[in-house]
């Protein structure tokens, strides 16, 4: 299984980090595994901004050459997980860039003239790691969940992933926020997964 880790957070030293170190750990022991990757998109110095002129069609986003590279780990990858921090109620701004250009139509999708488009990024799976400061349930209650639907329904399903696993830290900053518990439970997770 090739797999694909995209890490969004610009300090080595953060508990992003530190998650993204387990699940590279247990990966690396998981026989099922036979490739991974990793794409940091803050050491990568990542473009998020997107851009569209009378020189740069959205239409013609799939066939951008600067981002072939990107658009090769995407289809190369059994499974896709992404590492960040939740900030003010969603993903780094850096992460939504790359998703902006990376998930493009005819090529993350196809319009079908239906209702919904056909995702072209069938059989793949994907993980998100994702830490907050506030409390766990706080997205729940007072986001209406909102960075769980973002990542699930408005892109990962909507491309055809739909085997989608989510693992959602919260009150990461607090001294008793159980951190050492939560690092061994993605590595544990990493080491066993089949798929």
Not at 69 to 78: F, P, S
Request: charged share 25%; proline share 5%.
């Amino acid at each position: 299984m090739n797999t694909l880790v995209i890490y969004t957070h610009p300090n080595h030293e953060s508990l992003s980090y530190a998650f993204l170190q387990k699940v590279l750990q247990g990966s690396q022991e998981n026989a099922k595994i036979t490739e991974i990757q990793v794409l940091d998109l803050y050491e990568e110095q990542f473009d998020p901004v997107l851009v569209f002129n009378k020189n740069k069609r959205r239409r013609d986003m799939h066939k951008e050459p600067k981002l072939e590279k990107y658009r090769e780990q995407l289809l190369w990858a059994d499974k896709i997980v992404f590492v960040y921090p939740i900030w003010w109620g969603r993903p780094p701004a850096m992460l939504l860039g790359y998703i902006d250009q990376m998930f493009a139509s005819n090529f993350a999708y196809k319009d079908t003239g239906g209702m919904l488009p056909e995702g072209l990024l069938k059989g793949k799976t994907a993980v998100c790691v994702s830490t907050m400061k506030g409390p766990a349930l706080y997205p729940l209650y007072w986001l209406n969940n909102a960075p769980k639907v973002l990542m699930r329904k408005a892109l990962l399903q909507y491309v055809g992933i739909k085997h989608i696993k989510f693992f959602e830290f919260g009150s990461m900053e607090k001294k008793n926020g159980r951190q050492g518990e939560k690092l061994e439970k993605i590595y544990r997770y990493f080491k066993t997964v089949a798929r």
